[in-house]
């Protein structure tokens, strides 16, 4: 019997994130936002001044199973800073392959995330979730997060392309 192990992406691991962020945009039905490249996850998460973190789920099969190691989920996060309560984490991408749901993995992926978090002295762990994923909002709920559309009524906004370009003025 196969068993998961979460550990911190490898520089190796791109291939395998890129695919499964692909597979995220793909499920979230916006495959047609995702353009970044292997190479820029390379740049970006495994350079001297990394702009995100990775954790990833590998299943690792029992002594006697022919199947290797396989990446089957991940989780992208990067710290940020709140004026109110200092550091934090956010948790911009979790994603398990459909087959791989409903054993832990997810879950497994957000603890260790918190366990980062705690370590490096953030005061919260942040994420969004479309508005129709329920079973993920009911994930979060039940892990204790606190849904903020609900209690506090935030609203998330982006800047991006032509519209960052104007208000930068360039």
Partial sequence: ??????????????????????????YEKLSDQVKISEEALRADGFGE???YHCLVA?????????????????????????????????????YVKPEYRGQGIGSKIIKKVAEVALDKGCSQLRLAVLDWNKRAMDLYKALGAQDLTEAEGWHCFRFEGEAMRELAGK
Wanted: with cysteine; proline share 6%.
């Fill in 49 to 51: 001044t990394p702009f």
């Fill in 58 to 94: 590998e299943i690792l099969s029992a002594p006697g199973e022919p199947q290797g190691p396989c990446v089957v989920g991940y989780g992208l996060y990067y710290f940020s800073y709140s004026t109110w309560k200092g550091r934090n984490i956010y948790l911009e991408d979790i």
């Fill in 1 to 26: 019997m196969a068993f998961v192990m979460i550990r911190e992406a490898k520089e190796g691991d791109c291939g395998n994130i890129l695919r499964l962020i692909r597979e995220l945009a793909e």
